[in-house]
């Protein structure tokens, strides 16, 4: 029986059904298994994991052993051999910075699609719905310009029909174009999707300094993630964004999400009361900056991500450089089970680590 047959336990069609103690059971059940396979076949984790004097078998989650996220930029990890090595999505890295390679298998790669979809699929429905991306179509025909955007473009467009691309190559509004989809559209629902700051950037304000509005219809979802660093600098925050989307293009239903290369598939959807969730397939646990220790709720500390999906490669339980803060468990006014929390921003002093710019190689 391979690893990905013991998520027979975890039902696709309910990625937030399980209740905290039947889902730490099953979790942490699983992350002893990866842990364990990743000790047998990444010589270099054995020896980080050896050092830090870790269980072979944790009792708690908070017990479980973590990476430094930005170890992947200094160190080739991977659990399975070099030749299986189905894909490779390489981080960005900006003035001289080095980047994250994280080596993916076929199955790993296949599981990493399906849990995204159901995640997904819990947010927008089953029936795929007609999709405009907030970006220029070039991005994906002109492989000069294939990054970060691209590769998200690639991901969620598998979620959507009918695509449409609402900027031109030079990255300006078709407002022309946008309004005969919104009018087309409205009344089944669009499902939009863009980088944040691209949303803002060429969407928001472009209609604010034309003068002008759209309406997607009440039914349209927007879900944007990444590029909020440049937002902070202009003192948008997310309730602001969210403000000028429902006043300039009548989008009620705008879902941020919280994710990383090093887990892939992993994301944290925001709910319609604006708190990140982990699903049946993920975890958090938010840490002391300095004793590392678990803090409880409500008290803000480093975000430790872990995921059930990274089977490849030893990314299943990681330090991120995020601070964030654990809101509750089980009890979000959306109905979703599991936890669920915020993320402030990156730690002052955290090297930049460019978390959506993503590439497949």
Known sequence: MSY??????????????????EKSRLQLALLNELGAHHRQHSAEYARIVASLGAPAQAQRMQDLPFLPVRLFKHLDLMSIPREQVFKTLTSSGTSGQSVSRIYLGRDNAAMQTKVLGAIMTSFLGKQRTPMLVIDAEDILTDRRKFNARAAGVLGFSMYGKEHAYALDPAMQLKVEAVQAFCDKYRD????????????????????????????????????????????????????VFKATLQERAGLAHVHNYY??????????MECEHGHLHTSNYSDVIIRDPISYQPCGVGVT??????????????????????????????????????KYFHVHGRLASAELRGCSDVRQL
């Open 188 to 239: 089944s629902g669009i499902y939009a999707f863009g980088f944040t700051f691209v949303v803002w950037k060429f969407l928001c304000q472009a209609l604010q300094q034309q003068g002008l509005k759209f309406d997607f219809g009440p039914r349209s979802v927007l879900v944007h993630g990444g590029g909020w660093k440049k937002l902070v600098e202009e003192s948008v925050s997310n309730e």
């Open 4 to 21: 990905y047959d013991h998520f027979a336990a975890l039902d696709p069609e309910q990625p937030y059904g399980l209740p905290a103690a």
């Open 301 to 338: 500390g480093l975000v430790q991500v872990l995921s059930l999906l990274p089977y490849s490669y030893p990314g299943h339980s990681l330090l991120s450089e995020d601070l964030g803060v654990l809101l509750g468990e089980d009890d979000c006014p959306c109905g979703r089970l599991g």
């Open 259 to 268: 994710g990383m290369i090093e887990q892939t598939g992993s994301i944290y």
